[in-house]
């Protein structure tokens, strides 16, 4: 299927506007012959992030590596203090202090799941004076946080350009697929 318009869209949106002028042509190629419309990391707005490695105390690592987006919205992270443990999780950021998953639900819940939706809510309270917010696509392994304008979600949501499974999923509809 043509992704063109979608892609054109995206870019009249501002989706490239952190790519580096010389690299938009390219990746937007890229994108249209490979039929994946965001453009990987390249894009500045899409990150892998393993849902495993997120649940095993890998939060901290994913958001030095989302840290440059987080900085073009005037987002610093300036101490941030993760454990990891046997009984649970937790992350510090520039002094609140958020649980992950506790004990209890170490031993009776998907913590990957449950450690994906806690560090969205996370980046999209640091992002909540922006109008950019973190959305997920695919899961586990080969899940990627992509941050998008609720324009260019929106967008996205009613293509029909793309499959269902392509499209990246807000914090509420990652959610409810969890119950």
């Known amino acids: ?12 949106l501002g989706y490239y506007k952190y790519t580096a002028d ?6 937007k190629k890229e994108c249209l012959e490979g039929g994946y419309a965001f453009g990987w990391e390249e894009t500045c707005r899409d990150f892998h992030a393993d849902a495993e490695d997120l649940a095993e105390g ?4 994913f958001l030095t590596e989302i840290e440059p987006f987080l900085s073009k919205q005037g987002i610093r992270l300036a101490d941030i203090k993760e454990s990891f443990d046997e009984r649970g999780s937790t992350i510090e950021i520039n002094g609140k202090r958020s649980v ?9 819940k998907d913590i990957w799941s449950l450690a ?3 560090t969205i809510e996370i980046i999209n309270e640091l992002l909540a004076s922006t109008n950019e917010r973190a959305y997920i696509l695919y899961g586990g392994n080969d899940q990627r946080v992509i941050f998008l304008t609720s324009a260019m979600f929106e967008l996205i949501q009613v293509t029909t350009l793309i499959e269902e499974i392509e499209k990246p999923l807000s914090l509420e509809q990652f959610n409810a697929t969890l119950s």
Do not use: A, F, P
């Open 58 to 61: 890998g939060i901290s690592l």
């Open 1 to 12: 299927m043509d992704i063109t318009s979608l892609i054109n869209d995206l870019e009249r």
């Open 116 to 118: 994906t939706s806690r």
């Open 22 to 27: 010389e690299k938009i042509n390219v990746l």
């Open 100 to 108: 992950i998953y506790d004990q209890q639900e170490l031993k009776h």
